[in-house]
Protein backbone atom coordinates (compact mmCIF):
# COMPACT_ATOMS: atom_id res chain seq x y z
CA UNK A 1 0.00 0.00 0.00
CA UNK A 2 1.25 3.17 -0.78
CA UNK A 3 1.44 5.80 1.82
CA UNK A 4 2.92 9.07 2.76
CA UNK A 5 3.39 10.08 6.74
CA UNK A 6 4.20 13.73 7.50
CA UNK A 7 4.73 13.81 11.20
CA UNK A 8 7.14 16.48 13.62
CA UNK A 9 4.56 19.32 14.08
CA UNK A 10 3.31 20.62 17.24
CA UNK A 11 3.18 23.45 19.36
CA UNK A 12 6.45 25.90 19.03
CA UNK A 13 7.46 29.67 20.37
CA UNK A 14 8.12 32.00 17.88
CA UNK A 15 11.25 32.16 16.99
CA UNK A 16 11.95 28.65 17.48
CA UNK A 17 12.40 25.34 15.20
CA UNK A 18 10.87 22.02 14.09
CA UNK A 19 12.03 19.20 11.66
CA UNK A 20 9.11 18.05 9.62
CA UNK A 21 9.43 14.75 7.66
CA UNK A 22 7.52 13.14 5.35
CA UNK A 23 7.89 9.06 5.21
CA UNK A 24 6.93 7.31 1.92
CA UNK A 25 6.22 3.62 2.03
CA UNK A 26 4.60 1.24 -0.88
CA UNK A 27 7.55 3.61 -3.51
CA UNK A 28 10.53 5.08 -3.51
CA UNK A 29 10.90 8.66 -4.02
CA UNK A 30 13.81 8.46 -6.44
CA UNK A 31 12.65 10.10 -9.33
CA UNK A 32 10.00 12.10 -7.66
CA UNK A 33 9.22 15.73 -6.77
CA UNK A 34 8.27 16.05 -3.50
CA UNK A 35 6.34 19.25 -2.50
CA UNK A 36 5.36 20.73 0.86
CA UNK A 37 2.28 22.44 1.55
CA UNK A 38 0.65 24.30 3.86
CA UNK A 39 -3.01 25.83 5.00
CA UNK A 40 -4.06 28.01 7.88
CA UNK A 41 -7.86 28.26 8.84
CA UNK A 42 -9.72 30.36 6.32
CA UNK A 43 -6.35 30.77 4.23
CA UNK A 44 -5.88 28.87 0.44
CA UNK A 45 -3.31 26.13 0.69
CA UNK A 46 0.39 27.33 -0.10
CA UNK A 47 2.82 25.49 -1.72
CA UNK A 48 5.90 25.94 0.44
CA UNK A 49 8.80 24.22 -0.99
CA UNK A 50 9.35 21.46 -3.45
CA UNK A 51 12.32 18.99 -3.94
CA UNK A 52 12.99 17.14 -7.26
CA UNK A 53 14.94 14.12 -7.35
CA UNK A 54 14.00 14.15 -11.33
CA UNK A 55 16.24 17.31 -12.21
CA UNK A 56 17.90 18.09 -8.54
CA UNK A 57 15.80 21.26 -8.45
CA UNK A 58 14.17 22.56 -5.28
CA UNK A 59 11.85 25.99 -4.18
CA UNK A 60 11.01 27.88 -1.64
CA UNK A 61 7.70 30.24 -1.19
CA UNK A 62 9.02 33.72 -0.27
CA UNK A 63 7.25 33.47 2.95
CA UNK A 64 9.87 31.17 3.87
CA UNK A 65 13.08 31.56 1.89
CA UNK A 66 15.81 31.67 4.40
CA UNK A 67 13.97 29.93 7.36
CA UNK A 68 13.22 26.87 5.49
CA UNK A 69 15.57 24.10 3.73
CA UNK A 70 14.29 21.41 2.36
CA UNK A 71 16.43 17.97 2.04
CA UNK A 72 15.97 14.36 1.25
CA UNK A 73 17.65 11.20 2.79
CA UNK A 74 16.94 8.04 0.37
CA UNK A 75 18.19 5.77 2.60
CA UNK A 76 15.46 6.64 4.66
CA UNK A 77 13.05 7.11 2.04
CA UNK A 78 12.36 10.60 3.76
CA UNK A 79 12.27 14.41 2.77
CA UNK A 80 12.68 16.75 5.70
CA UNK A 81 11.62 20.54 6.13
CA UNK A 82 14.09 22.23 9.16
CA UNK A 83 11.65 25.19 9.39
CA UNK A 84 13.60 27.61 11.60
CA UNK A 85 12.52 30.90 13.02
CA UNK A 86 8.99 30.22 13.21
CA UNK A 87 6.91 32.94 12.95
CA UNK A 88 2.97 33.08 14.17
CA UNK A 89 1.87 33.44 9.84
CA UNK A 90 3.66 30.05 10.07
CA UNK A 91 1.10 28.15 12.01
CA UNK A 92 -0.46 25.72 9.49
CA UNK A 93 -1.36 22.35 8.79
CA UNK A 94 1.35 20.73 6.52
CA UNK A 95 1.38 18.09 4.28
CA UNK A 96 3.45 16.55 1.80
CA UNK A 97 2.37 15.03 -1.64
CA UNK A 98 4.45 13.47 -4.47
CA UNK A 99 4.26 13.50 -7.78
CA UNK A 100 6.78 11.46 -10.34
CA UNK A 101 8.94 13.69 -12.65
CA UNK A 102 8.40 17.04 -13.13
CA UNK A 103 10.53 19.83 -11.62
CA UNK A 104 10.25 22.46 -9.12
CA UNK A 105 11.95 25.03 -11.26
CA UNK A 106 8.98 27.10 -11.29
CA UNK A 107 7.17 26.16 -7.95
CA UNK A 108 5.94 23.25 -6.48
CA UNK A 109 3.66 21.01 -8.92
CA UNK A 110 -0.49 22.07 -8.76
CA UNK A 111 -1.53 20.15 -5.39
CA UNK A 112 -3.77 18.59 -7.06
CA UNK A 113 -1.88 17.06 -10.05
CA UNK A 114 0.16 15.02 -7.49
CA UNK A 115 0.01 11.01 -7.33
CA UNK A 116 0.08 10.65 -3.67
CA UNK A 117 -0.59 12.92 -0.78
CA UNK A 118 0.11 12.62 2.61
CA UNK A 119 -1.64 13.36 6.17
CA UNK A 120 -0.72 16.83 7.55
CA UNK A 121 0.60 17.73 10.53
CA UNK A 122 0.15 20.62 12.75
CA UNK A 123 2.66 23.42 13.16
CA UNK A 124 1.27 25.93 15.99
CA UNK A 125 3.32 29.00 16.52
CA UNK A 126 2.84 30.74 19.73
CA UNK A 127 3.62 34.37 20.75
Known amino acids: EVQLQASGGGLVQAGGSLRLSCAAS????????IGWFRQAPGKEREGVSC????????YYADSVKGRFTISSDNAKNTVYLQTNSLKLEDTAVYHC????????????????????WGKGTLVTVSS
Open 26 to 33: GFTFDGYT
Open 51 to 58: ISSSDGST
Open 97 to 116: AALYGSSCLRGPPNYYSMDY
